[in-house]
Structure formats: structure tokens, C-alpha cells
């Protein structure tokens, strides 16, 4: 039976494992239009991330771009796994 | 106490922390989310290549009207809407990874699709001459019609992955295309220029102030 996540369940990490896992494997999305997207600060963004790589959901690639830091993230197989079945307890659950 | 006990069962699983109403609204927040994802990638680089190309449509297109042999233009204006594609794409892209450059392999593979059969359709060496006069101008308006039917069948291929917006305006120019190929001949171009251009000229703005 699907489990809820409890690192997921909150709404700002269910948020930003949304827009992740809306990607396709292996496709990494900037920071900058992460945050924008999901309309969290840039502290706010990065303490939550800490929170999912930390549990091995997500990557966290840093490079440079014409010198200029840039960050991208991308769900990891473990993330996809674990929010697949978030969403399939949320749907037994609405079915219940 | 049983009616508060029947309004319990209704709206929270007995096992769970999170209620029905919760849940639910947690399964709409992850299609809000996954759809807003996909439109702010869109409108990181697709508005600007949108606008640009139909620019691009409008000069181009509107040139092959009034100037005879304008083609020598269109290399030029692709070369240029090519260059700028890839700057545009490479710095200002939300997203990278592997897919990204299938985008590109499958935009190449298209373009070479289309040349290859405008080199097999076109009878070679009818560049002049009687035959020329009396089928040329039809060959050339048939040329026109399959470079933008194919490029507006990749629009609305791309349409079923990001929006369904891409895949109405691809249909909504081909149809338009077709139909000015069948009913405005003397007008084709000026209507693929304006009308085929100025429709994504609009789209690119349209996803600029409203997906970003």
C-alpha cells in the first residue's frame, strides 16, 4: 500500500517535486526559474532543496555560465519513486 | 456523537494524518504545478523564438510578394533566424540535459526531411525559360505551403508535450495556409507573411507576459 512522505507532504517540497518530476528523467531546470515559478525566495528555495537532496530526492548540479554561477536540479530515480507513491496514497485517500 | 462520527469517516481515511479535502487539493496542486513548470520552460526560450521567427515569416514572406527570386533572402534570413536560435536557446534555456539536444536533432532531421523533397519535387534544371513562367510561380507557392506545413506540424507535435496552445496555432496557420494557397494566390505570400508571422509574432508575446 502507498505511503504518504512525510518529506514530501510539505507544500513547498510537494511543490518543487511537482515541477521536477514533471520534467523528464535526466532534465535539469534552473534554479532562478524554479523559484520564480513556484513564487519562493531564493532562502526559502535553498533550505527545501537542502531538505530533498538531503534525502536523496533530488540532484543539485552547480556550474558556471559566462562566470556567472548557476545552479540546476533534476529528481532523482529515488525522488521520482518515493513521489509516485505520494501520489498514489493521495489518490487512495480521495478514494477512501 | 454518530453524526459526528459519520462526518468523520467522510472526509478523513482513518489510517491517514491528511484529510480527503486535503488530499485532493494536494493532487491539484501537482497538475497546477506541472503545468506552470512546463509553461515557464516554454517561455524561457520559445517566446523569444516564436517572435523572432515570425519576424523572420514576415520579411521573408513579404519580400517573396514583391521581389522576384527573393529565395537568396530566405538563406540569408535562415542562417541568421539559425544563429540567433542557438543564442537565444543556449543562454537564456531554463532547462539542459540530453533531451535538449534531441530538440535540435529533430528540428535538423525536419529541415533536411523538407529540403529533401523539394529537391526531389522540383524539376531540376527549370529555372528559366517557357516552362518556367507558366509553372514556376505554382512550383515556388507549392514549396512555401510544405516548408510552413512542416514547420507548423512540428509546432503542433511540440504542442502535445508543453501546451496545447502550440498545437492550436500550428493547425490555425496550416489550415490558413492552405486555404490562401487554394482561394488568394495573387495575395499568398503577403498572407503567410502577415497572417502566418504576425500570428506568431503574437504568440511569442502572448507566452512572454503570460507563462513566464
Known amino acids: 500500500m502507498a505511503e504518504i512522505d512525510p518529506i514530501i507532504h510539505a507544500p513547498a517540497r510537494l511543490r518543487i517535486m511537482s515541477a521536477l518530476v ?9 534554479f532562478r526559474t524554479l523559484g520564480n515559478t513556484l513564487n519562493l525566495t531564493d532562502g526559502n528555495l535553498g533550505a527545501h532543496l537542502q531538505t530533498l537532496e538531503e534525502a536523496g530526492y533530488i ?21 521520482r519513486a518515493r513521489f509516485e507513491d505520494h501520489v498514489a496514497a493521495l489518490r487512495e485517500i480521495c478514494r477512501v | 456523537m454518530m453524526l459526528c462520527h459519520a462526518e468523520y469517516s467522510m472526509t478523513t481515511n482513518p489510517i491517514s494524518p491528511i484529510s480527503r479535502e486535503e488530499a485532493r487539493s494536494a493532487l491539484e496542486e501537482i497538475d497546477r504545478v506541472g503545468i506552470q513548470v512546463r509553461r515557464s520552460i516554454a517561455a524561457g526560450s520559445m517566446a523569444s523564438m516564436l517572435m523572432l521567427w515570425g519576424a523572420i515569416w514576415i520579411v521573408g514572406f513579404s ?52 529540403a529533401f523533397w523539394c529537391w526531389l519535387l522540383v524539376p531540376q534544371g527549370m529555372t528559366h525559360g517557357p516552362e518556367w513562367t507558366a509553372y514556376g510561380p505554382v512550383l515556388e507557392r507549392k514549396m512555401a505551403v510544405l516548408w510552413v506545413t512542416v514547420c507548423m506540424f512540428a509546432y503542433v507535435v511540440m504542442g502535445l508535450w508543453l501546451d496545447r496552445f502550440l498545437s492550436w496555432l500550428g493547425a490555425i496557420i496550416t489550415v490558413a495556409t492552405l486555404v490562401a494557397f487554394q482561394f488568394a494566390p495573387g495575395y499568398f505570400y503577403l498572407w503567410i507573411g502577415i497572417g502566418g508571422g504576425g500570428a506568431l509574432v503574437a504568440s511569442g508575446a502572448f507566452i512572454w507576459r503570460y507563462w513566464r
Open chain 1, 22 to 30: 514533471a520534467l523528464q528523467p535526466r532534465i535539469q531546470l534552473d
Open chain 1, 59 to 79: 540532484k543539485v548540479d552547480k556550474s558556471f555560465v559566462d562566470r556567472k554561477p548557476r545552479t540546476h536540479l533534476s529528481a532523482t530515480t529515488r525522488g
Open chain 2, 63 to 114: 519580400a517573396e510578394q514583391f521581389i522576384a527570386r527573393a529565395y537568396r533572402l530566405w538563406l540569408v534570413l535562415d542562417l541568421v533566424g539559425l544563429a540567433v536560435t542557438f543564442l537565444l536557446v543556449s543562454r537564456r534555456s531554463p532547462i539542459k540535459g540530453p533531451s535538449y539536444g534531441r530538440i535540435w536533432i529533430s528540428w535538423l532531421a525536419l529541415f533536411g526531411y523538407a
